[in-house]
């Protein structure tokens, strides 16, 4: 028993080191999961619904696992993270779902990203922006791409630039 206890706490203290937006994002969709089930729960007991106390039970349980694994896989590194500065915003008062934005990194070379309108980015400001590793090219066009990667984009944080408090 002692052995599974520090085998957790040595997980946790694991997991409260990696960056705020990935724990941000691991604990608000582990809420909303556990949110549904019981609230999905309690709404099918009170209307008699044993259909939609199972699909509020299952689709609870699906949120918590993919959760789980989500942690699970930013404990393992298993995450890109795009580092540098907005130099362009393209696209942001277009129709449609997503933005391009060019990044300029550290080391000289100019990334174009695509990010969904409610991410907020500053030209001249520096990011660092969070991305699933396993991405795989879809299409072979890179905007398309982009845009088929569901779910692939973590998060961002805006970093302090020299001298700022």
């Not at 520090?6 to 582990?30: N, Q, T, Y």
């Not at 939609?52 to 299952?58: E, K, M, N, Q, T």
């Not at 070379?109 to 590793?133: Q, T």
């Amino acid at each position: 028993m002692e052995q599974t206890y520090l085998l957790l706490e040595e997980k946790m203290e694991c997991f409260w080191s990696l960056p705020a937006v990935l724990i941000d994002r691991v604990l608000k969709f582990s809420a909303l999961s556990f949110c549904l089930l019981i609230a999905g729960i309690f709404t099918g007991l009170q209307t008699g619904s044993a259909g939609f106390v199972a699909w509020s039970a299952g689709l609870g349980l699906f949120g918590m696992l993919k959760a789980c694994r989500m942690g699970t896989r930013f404990l393992k590194h298993q995450y890109e993270m795009v580092e540098g500065v907005v130099i362009r915003v393209q696209g942001r008062h277009r129709p449609g779902r997503f933005y391009k934005v060019t990044i300029k990194e550290m080391g000289g070379g100019e990334i174009n990203l695509l990010l969904e309108k409610g991410c907020r980015v500053l030209p001249g400001e520096k990011y660092r922006f969070y991305f699933n590793s396993s991405k795989t090219a879809l299409t072979g066009m890179d905007d398309l791409d982009g845009i088929l990667q569901v779910d692939s984009f973590y998060g961002l944080e805006r970093l302090k630039k020299e001298g700022e408090a």
